[in-house]
C-alpha cells in the first residue's frame, strides 16, 4: 500500500498522559500536513512540513503540541499533558508539486481523553 | 464568520435524485477541493479544480471564480454516495487548506 498512513488509528488516554502519533506519508510527497478534526466540524489546520522544515504552525498549536519531521519522511505529533478537548481526529496529509498540490489524506489517529 | 461556508449542514434524499451541495468562500485562492469522508474518518479528494468544471462518474463539480461559489452535483444518486462531503481552499500565498464544516448527506433507498 503506498497511502499514507498513520498509527496509532485509536488512541484512549487519561487526561495528563502524554500521547504521540505518527505519520506515514506518500514516499515522494514532499509535504506534511497536520490537521485536527473535531465531531461535526471540518478538519482545522494545524502545521505543515516541507521536508524537514516545520514551515507554518496554527495558532491552534498550544505549547502542549509539538510536531517533528526528522529526516523529511514520517512525522510525529506529541500532546504533552492532554486535556478533555484535546479529544479529536487528528488527520494527516502529503502531497508534493508533482501532484498539483492535490493532498492526499491519511486515515486519522482517533483520540479520546478520559 | 467562517472563510469557507457549505450549504445545507444536511442532506437527507431518496435514491435516484439530483443532490447538490454548495460552497461559498471569502479568500483568495488557488484551488478549490471537494473531499469525501466516510464513517471510520478516511478523506478522499474527489476533485480539485481552479476554473470551470469537472466531471468523474455521476459527480460533477463547477466553480465560479468572480462570485466565490461553487457547486457538487451527483447525479442519480445511490445509497453508496452517503457521506460527508467537504469544501476545502487552498488560500492564495499558503500551502494550508481551509475546510469547510461538511456537509452529511445521507441517500435512502
Known amino acids: 500500500d503506498t497511502g499514507v498512513s498513520q498509527d496509532p488509528r485509536h488512541k484512549i488516554t487519561k487526561r495528563g498522559q502524554n500521547v504521540t502519533f505518527r505519520c506515514d506519508p506518500i514516499?515522494?510527497?514532499?509535504?506534511l500536513y497536520w490537521y485536527r478534526q473535531t465531531l461535526g466540524q471540518g478538519p482545522e489546520f494545524l502545521t505543515y512540513?516541507?521536508?524537514?522544515?516545520?514551515?507554518?504552525k496554527s495558532r491552534l498549536l498550544s505549547d502542549r503540541f509539538s510536531a517533528e519531521r526528522p529526516k523529511g519522511s514520517f512525522s510525529t505529533l506529541e500532546i504533552q499533558r492532554t486535556e478533555q478537548g484535546d479529544s479529536a481526529m487528528y488527520l494527516c496529509?502529503?502531497?508534493?508539486?508533482?501532484?498539483?498540490?492535490?493532498?492526499?489524506f491519511g486515515p486519522g489517529t482517533r483520540l479520546t481523553v478520559l | 464568520k467562517n472563510e469557507v461556508e457549505q450549504s445545507p449542514q444536511n442532506l437527507t434524499a431518496q435514491e435516484g435524485e439530483f443532490i447538490t451541495i454548495n460552497c461559498s468562500y471569502s479568500?483568495?485562492?488557488?484551488?478549490l477541493h471537494w473531499l469525501q469522508q466516510h464513517p471510520g474518518g478516511g478523506i478522499v479528494s474527489l476533485f480539485m479544480?481552479?476554473?470551470g468544471k469537472k466531471k468523474h462518474g455521476r459527480l460533477i463539480a463547477t466553480i465560479n471564480i468572480q462570485e466565490k461559489h461553487s457547486s457538487l452535483h451527483i447525479t442519480a444518486s445511490h445509497p453508496r454516495d452517503s457521506a460527508v462531503y467537504i469544501c476545502?481552499?487552498?488560500?492564495?500565498?499558503?500551502?494550508?487548506?481551509?475546510f469547510g464544516q461538511g456537509t452529511r448527506l445521507t441517500i435512502n433507498p
Open positions: 496529509a502529503s502531497t508534493s508539486v508533482s501532484s498539483y498540490n492535490e493532498q492526499f
Open positions: 479568500v483568495g485562492i488557488s484551488a
Open positions: 514516499s515522494e510527497h514532499n509535504r
Open positions: 512540513f516541507q521536508n524537514e522544515a516545520q514551515l507554518e
Open positions: 479544480l481552479s476554473s
Open positions: 476545502a481552499v487552498s488560500v492564495q500565498g499558503a500551502q494550508k487548506l481551509v
